[in-house]
């Protein structure tokens, strides 16, 4: 499998239509203060008369109102809110009250968060603006990555991506994950269309409703177009090292089907089976050139598997921040040299920013804020100093401001205004401004705010339980062995409480290296409340706790079954779910407790 020689390449658009978005953006941004203002004023106008303006509000005639005026008066009049203050509301919508609650617009579909995060699927509103937005900044984004990594136009991609079971709810709307609405949408389509880019695998397959018959129809096209592919592509990271794992189980499986032009009894499903039978012939050249490729790359672990496949691919992209950088090692295990793009920065509530330095790593990347998605306001937050009384992380809130006074340097928590009916809405997400694209920030995620794994006076966030497991697994790397998954829990039934870390391990690797992977875990906490608890027993030793292989398989089956789909799933880095935890309970085979205070 060589690569093209010749590559015909107009960077996913015509050079007309990437000026336009470009230069649309880079005016948006110059203006980005007055484009704040302007699009709280259009948000207020539009929902104008919502019985949860009403409360702030009353009969104010805001119509008439200066912007700037009408910015100071919101800011002065509607409080700051969580999902709970919003949840109510939500729940009378989905329950079929079609009084304009929250916006004036009819709401007839409903996003599900993932779950993964706080243990529980959100319901929130998505409306037409949901999938405009997310077909804006797909179109965005593509502009600036072609500046980089130019594309043939008609090429493909290979996406991981795959619906969630869509609900109904007792009010007769439509609930489901904002990607599984966003993929039936007519935008889906038309971003296609105007990227001159288009998925290997049809919707059959997208919305099969079974990701693990998704998955290798995914592959099985991916291969049979590899030629054509053009990139490697899924909502989250997650997803393609999911994929890959697959394929090293079932790569003969899929030569097979190639060699002869069948498709494996695996797939049950009538639809996906007829849809991809209808695509495939027989091509025995190709199954022997992947064949070769395949046992080849088998002998060292599957380094670099993916430019083998698919030379002509550019780059990976899919979200590669946050709780998706664990598993940026392995994923470069597979590109080796193919860049890892990492993709823009949003939540199920809304889009937030782009990515427009596609050529920085993943751990260097910072998103701009599009002003005019959602009116944008940012929480400063300043780390308290060895504060071991409040039940926050160590953070002293000041007044939130708007996003033309944030500056350089310094930590915020998001706050989202949106066009779907959420008002001043306190995201979680803590950000860093790194820098500015003309007058709009660039943002650094750093973590959730939610505490995630305490104890006692201890305050410790995902941030710092990524850096103590990547401290721990570098010590089982260089004794051979492969970290594949991980999370956590905080254990308070039992006195002193404790730390307990699941680890899913590849390769054979003794007894005293996981022991010292233990102790380094936990003398990587630095945390002063946690590193005092440890020093006078108040919190006891933490607990590394070894799971059979396939454990995390079964966490991800559990959430599908709830609803959650693959392209959107992330594996929970701290959980209390007890059925998640009598999963991982039932599957540890090693216990291994920390000396690092004894």
Known sequence: MEAAQVVNSNGNADGDYQYEIISWFDSVSKNAAMVQTETLGQILHLNYGVEYLKKWFGDMKIQDMDACALESLYASLVPLASHADFEPFIQRIADGDTAPILTQQTITTLSLSSGTTEGRQKLLPFTRHSSQTTLQIYRLAAAYRSRVYPIREGGRILEFIYSSKRLKTKGGLTAGTATTHYYASEEFNIKQEKTKSFTCSPQEVIFGGDYKQSTYCHLLLGLLFWDEVELIASTFAYSIVQAFASFEEQWEEICSDIKDGTLSSRITLPRMRKAVLDIISPNPCLASQIEAICRDSKASNWYGIVPRLWPNAKYVYSIMTGSMQPYLKKLRHYAVSLPLVSADYGSTEGWIGVNLDPCLPPEDVTFAVIPTFSYFEFIPLYKKKQDLTSSTVGYIEDEPVPLSQVKLGQEY????????????????????????????????????????LTVNIDKNTENDLQLAVGRGSEVLSKYGGELVDFTSHAEVMHQPGHYMIYWEIKGEVEERVLGECCGVMDASFVDHGYVVSRRTNSIGPLELCIVETGTFNKVLDYFIGNGAALGQFKTPRCTNNHILLRILNLCTIKRFHSTAYN
Do not use: S
């Open 413 to 452: 928590e998001l706050v989202l205004t949106t066009f779907t009916g959420l008002y001043r809405y306190r995201l979680g997400d803590v950000v860093e401004v790194a820098g500015f694209h003309n007058g709009t920030p660039k943002l650094n995620f750093i973590f959730r705010r939610e505490l995630i």
